[in-house]
């Protein structure tokens, strides 16, 4: 469906998935599909390349999409450069291996972001706070970065906040503010 569709209504494509990297050949790597008729799912390099991305961000919540072979001269040979090749302005993409469960948590926080109207780099910062305020460990968050277009917007109106979202980063800030107060107090009253 993906090699063949239409993909000019989209701003964003997000695919969250297997992938498959291949250090010494990498036009070799690929993402990986499900399989259909005629197709083994394995959407390569040179398939990627033929996708008409223009103007688009690309979210790969894959493992090791932003991880490839340096050439000198040419630079990293990964997944996201081919994304690139096919005309997208940003791709979000991981240096390492990325847990579904991690991928999940991580992603919903950058999509609540970008419905706010980020920008797609600084959603991705803000999810990040995010997953290491819930005390995740640097491997669920640490490895995605934002590549090309980072100030890119696709959402420049946003989405009208959710009244649940105000209201629990009101607390989170009341609590960090009572903390620092309160951590200050102490302080104060142990240097007299």
């Known amino acids: 469906f993906l090699k063949s569709a239409d993909l000019h209504p989209y701003g964003i494509l997000h695919l969250a998935t297997h992938s498959v990297i291949d250090g010494e050949n990498p036009e070799r790597s690929a993402v990986r ?34 991880r490839g072979k340096i050439l000198r001269g040419e630079g990293v040979m990964s997944l996201a450069r081919a994304f690139f090749q096919a005309g997208a302005h940003t791709v979000v993409g991981s240096l390492w291996p990325v847990e579904d469960r991690d991928g999940k948590e991580l992603f919903e926080s950058f999509y609540g972001h970008l ?78």
């Open 33 to 66: 599909l499900t399989p259909s008729p005629g197709e083994d799912g394995h959407l390569d390099i040179a398939g990627i390349v033929a996708l008409k991305m223009e103007g688009k961000v690309v979210v790969l919540s894959t493992c090791e999409s932003a």
């Open 115 to 192: 419905g706010e109207g980020a920008s797609v780099a600084a959603a991705l910062r803000a999810a990040q706070r995010d997953r290491i305020a819930d005390g995740a460990p640097l491997k669920a968050w640490a490895g995605l970065v934002a590549l090309g277009d980072g100030d890119l917007v696709p959402l420049p109106g946003g989405n009208h906040r959710s009244p649940r979202r105000f209201w629990l980063r009101a607390l989170v800030g009341a609590g960090v503010a009572l903390s620092a107060f309160l951590a200050l107090r102490a302080w104060r009253r142990r240097s007299f």
